[in-house]
C-alpha cells in the first residue's frame, strides 16, 4: 500500500510557473506508475500526465505537451509535474495516483489506479 501526498499548489499568475510535488510512502516507491490528474471547477476529473515505474516512459494528455514536464525521483519517493506557462484554464485541484506497474507501462484512466491524494489547488489569474 502506498500513501500519497501533495504539495507545491498556489496562486499564482498566467505565465508563471510552479512545481507541484507528490510524496509517496512506502518502500516500493519504484514499483509504482503514477500520473497527475485534474479537476476543474464544476468538471471531472481529467488525466494529465503519466510515468512509468522507473521513469523511461511518459505521456501527456493533449492540453498540456509542451508546458507540462511529469519527472520522478524514485530514491526520494517522490513524483513531480513542473508546469510552465501557467494558463488561467489550468486552474483546478492536482492530484497524484499510483498503481503497480511494469517497468515501460503507463496508464491513463482513472480507474487504472488504486491511489489517490487529496490534491494541491493551483489558481492561475489572468
Known amino acids: 500500500q502506498v500513501q500519497l501526498v501533495e504539495s507545491g499548489g498556489g496562486l499564482v499568475q498566467a505565465g508563471d510557473s510552479l512545481r507541484l510535488s507528490c510524496a509517496a510512502s512506502?518502500?516500493?516507491?519504484?514499483?509504482?506508475?503514477m500520473a497527475w490528474f485534474r479537476q476543474a471547477p464544476g468538471k471531472g476529473r481529467e488525466f494529465v500526465a503519466n510515468?512509468?515505474?522507473?521513469?523511461?516512459?511518459?505521456g501527456y494528455a493533449d492540453s498540456v505537451k509542451g508546458r507540462f514536464t511529469v519527472s520522478r525521483d524514485n530514491a526520494k519517493n517522490t513524483l513531480y509535474l513542473q508546469i510552465n506557462s501557467l494558463k488561467p484554464e489550468d486552474t483546478a485541484v492536482y492530484s497524484c495516483?499510483?498503481?503497480?506497474?511494469?517497468?515501460?507501462?503507463?496508464?491513463?484512466?482513472?480507474?487504472?489506479?488504486?491511489?489517490w491524494g487529496q490534491g494541491t489547488q493551483v489558481t492561475v489569474s489572468s
Open positions: 512506502g518502500r516500493t516507491f519504484s514499483s509504482y506508475a
Open positions: 510515468i512509468s515505474s522507473r521513469g523511461g516512459n511518459t
Open positions: 495516483a499510483a498503481r503497480l506497474g511494469t517497468i515501460y507501462s503507463i496508464y491513463r484512466g482513472l480507474d487504472d489506479y488504486d491511489y
